[in-house]
């Protein structure tokens, strides 16, 4: 190293903020709550339908409800964050996903449920792209790799942490504890990065919102989130999915040609061509989809096919908990001697062992160890995704890349959820186990195949340090 370039390290690392890692460290905890309301209310579901005598389709949408206005609104969270600066939309999201988690525990009636599980989609899409643009601003290097290893650890094991966490407050104080609980941490997260966040002007000063392309960009988001949660109900050939797939279709090629044409454009399309961010969204979309898709086989398993309790199960993916964080964190250790590739392609082979153990044996023994190790596989993922996608975008686009990170995430969810009951739907109506198998089959297949492809996407180690 040069004496510059020793100089230079030496500036950036005194210009780092004194609490950033405390500063992660709460950050991580608002996008766990995030992450554990996507899984934890499937454990409180026959509760609530009791309680409030709801529908069948109401409790689908108790939780779709929320992933729908999640991933739908995520760009434009990233946006508002670029535009107006990243803290103030992590404070006003937290705040709004604060109050809608106390009006949703509150809910006397299907309405109220519903409404509350909007707002917190709304909480979240504000806060979730603008906590992890701030996570990619404020470490620099091996240090960001590492950050992203504790942030992608936390939120990947927030999905198998809902069922625990879900399982101990049903079967303890009730089911609207589900809720109630994220709104002391929240107050206390929100109290302290208020205090420790520093000030922020908008990254990209004089600009306005596209609100036609938010429009655009949002119906079509949650026209495919809409369609692949309707296809795990009503199957995937339908006249109605067919409608939904023309109508994306149609506004995605609109807003394409939007963004061409704005003075003030929404994001810039061409990032999604750029080989970092494309290869950062297919590992986003994967990992999430296996760990979804994993998560509903392993759950329904235990509950339909064992007759295992809600804290029962939930104690069960605890392992799975813990195998995600392990992986995670040894990749952000060691993402940049690795490189992306090797990572990328190492992380999806260890999904499709994990996954074909259970499909080979299934016993509640085999089905454990087999979503653990997939589990880890997962975790590798989730690193090497958000830090291919963006370690190298400009500081007034980290948040517009961030929504994206985010949105594939959520589609992740909806793809995993939505294949998985309907290649297992056999065995979630009955007393079978071939439907589980089958999943299980399918999701191994699955990861093998992508990871062929991420040994041709992924970039190699050298054009990550570049």
């Known amino acids: 190293m040069t004496h510059d370039e020793t100089t230079d ?96 525990g509150l809910a006397g009636s299907s309405a109220m449920l519903l409404g509350g599980r909007v707002a917190q989609g709304v909480g979240a899409a504000l806060l979730s792209p603008a906590a992890l643009s ?103 050939v339908t006249s109605g999915n067919a409608w939904l797939l023309v109508l994306a279709v149609a506004g995605y090629a609109a807003f394409v040609v939007w963004q061409k044409t704005a003075r003030s454009p929404l994001m810039d399309v061409s990032l999604l061509i750029r080989r970092p961010v494309a290869t950062g969204t297919f590992l986003i979309l994967m990992a999430t989809a296996l760990m979804i898709a994993v998560f509903f086989l392993g759950t329904f398993y235990f509950q339909h096919a064992n007759g295992y309790g809600a804290l029962h199960t939930g104690l069960l993916f605890l392992p799975v908990a813990l195998a995600t964080m392990f992986g995670a964190q040894l990749t952000g250790r060691v993402l940049g001697r690795w490189g992306a590739r090797r990572l990328a392609v190492a992380g999806l082979l260890v999904a499709a062992i994990g996954m074909a153990v259970p499909a080979l044996w299934t016993y509640p023994a085999a089905v454990v160890a087999g979503v653990a190790i997939a589990a880890a596989g997962t975790g590798v993922l989730f690193v090497v995704a958000s830090a291919t996608a963006l370690g190298q975008v400009a500081p007034h686009e980290s948040g517009i890349a961030s929504g994206i990170v985010s949105t594939f995430h959520e589609f992740g969810a909806s793809l995993g959820a939505a294949v998985v009951s309907s290649v297992a739907a056999a065995s979630f109506a009955g007393a079978t186990l071939t439907g589980f198998t089958d999943g299980f089959v399918v999701t ?23």
């Not at 809902?162 to 997260?189: C, D, K, R, S, Y």
């Not at 205090?195 to 922020?200: A, G, K, N």
């Open 134 to 236: 701030l996570v990619v601003t404020l470490f620099e290097g091996n240090e960001r790799s590492r950050a992203l290893g504790v942030w992608s650890a936390l939120g990947g094991g927030g999905a198998a942490l809902g069922v625990l966490v879900g399982g101990l407050l049903t079967a303890g104080p009730g089911w609207p504890w589900v809720f109630f609980v994220n709104v002391p941490v929240g107050l206390v997260i929100l109290a302290a990065l208020a205090r420790m966040l520093p000030r922020q002007s908008a990254v990209v000063p004089n600009a306005r919102l596209d609100v036609l392309g938010a429009l655009l960009v949002t119906a079509s988001s949650g026209a495919v989130i809409y369609l692949l949660v309707n296809a795990g109900d009503q199957g995937w």
């Open 9 to 104: 390290a030496a500036a950036q690392h005194s210009a780092a903020h004194p609490r950033r890692w405390r500063i992660l460290g709460f950050l991580g905890v608002a996008q766990l709550m995030l992450i554990l309301d996507v899984t934890v209310v499937a454990i409180a579901l026959p509760d609530i339908e009791t309680d409030l005598g709801l529908s069948r389709a109401t409790l689908t949408w108790t939780v779709s409800a929320y992933t729908l206005t999640f991933g739908g609104l995520m760009l434009l969270g990233g946006r508002i964050a670029d535009l107006i600066g990243a803290k103030r939309v992590v404070l006003a999201g937290l705040l709004l996903f604060t109050v809608a988690s106390l009006v949703t």
């Open 444 to 466: 191994a297949v699955a990861a093998g195949v992508a990871a062929l492809v991420a040994g041709f996407l992924a970039p190699g180690r050298a054009a990550r340090t570049a």
